[in-house]
């Protein structure tokens, strides 16, 4: 049989229509998948000053998403037994290391051991037991809530010395003693998911817990209540008030009002009380300058509010929720 050559014009057709093909079944199984890993790709989730909203998003408001992904479930109202009723919400990243470094995310056996070993764990309060930071709180309640916040992402970075910015951030709003109650009033705390469990869990292993805070002890005691911490435990600030119940400034003499206050908060401890082994679990550049000599052996950066990837990086163990620690407790 004669065969006849088709002309090239056809057999280029042939060609482009078969990596048509080609490329069409390309992106339909590709694509999916690119899109499900960008979907599912890291998120840093950072605190920010926001009003609080009538709806439930308002408890979603304390969350700032970056070109990531962050899995969140529903947010519940705990009722509790006591006067208080706190918050609890239930907003959780997804658990993978946002600095790309599963180093510190993964525990060694070393950090583990000190950790099962320790006799006294103190917590930060704002963005680690709370998922708020308590004095932008009050601050938006009082009408200076973007000025503050911005303040406050200075201090906890540590760009500026605690002091400076603790009482540049207080000058901006003045709260006075009715402001104050007021706020504790209308705005119970609202509990990071599994703090509850996990304090809990500490005191039945005769786990002594401190809550060590550049906060204020007006809006820290509440938390303390409802944790079952007794207020000899509590290293906080204290906001002074005059006679008529006017602002007039805040105790110097409190070590967590200025730099370095929390690390010599938790050298007084461990001094005082004679601990073997601590941890310090906190999300700022103040919480990591706890471990040092004298003070904590451990550092453990819980981003479950908010990641400071500076702070992260130089954590012993980083974790976006108290799961495991609760579990390593068993």
Known sequence: MLKIPRPAAE?????????????????????????EALIT??????????????????HFSCLEFKSYHCRSGRVSIMNHPKLLHPVTASVQPQELSALGNEGNVVPSKEIMDLWRDVEAVCFDVDSTV?????????????????????????????????????AARLSLFK???????????KRPPRLSPGIEELVRKLR????????????????????????GIPRENIFANN???GNSGEFVGFDENEPTSRSGGKAKAVQQIRKGRLYKTMAMIGDGATDLEARKPGGADLFICYAGVQLREAV???????????????NSLD
């Open 41 to 58: 790709s890291r998120v840093v989730p950072l605190r920010v000053a926001s009003r609080r909203l009538s709806s439930v998003s308002a």
């Open 130 to 166: 709370c998922v708020d930071e308590g004095i932008d709180e009050l601050a938006e309640f009082c009408g200076a809530g973007k000025a503050v916040a911005e303040w406050t992402a200075r201090a906890m970075g540590g760009s500026v010395p605690f002091e400076e910015a603790l």
């Open 204 to 227: 039945a292993n005769k786990i002594d817990v401190y809550l060590i805070s550049g906060g204020f002890r007006q809006m820290i005691n509440p938390v303390a209540s409802i944790l």
């Open 11 to 35: 057999d280029d057709r042939r060609r482009f229509s078969r990596f048509d093909n080609f490329r069409s079944l390309f992106f339909f199984l590709a694509v999916p998948s690119l899109m």
């Open 175 to 185: 709260p006075s003693l009715s402001k104050v109650e007021e706020y504790l009033q």
């Open 312 to 326: 992260a990086a130089q954590a012993d163990w980083l974790i976006f929720k108290f799961d495991p620690l609760i």
């Open 239 to 241: 906001i002074l008030f």
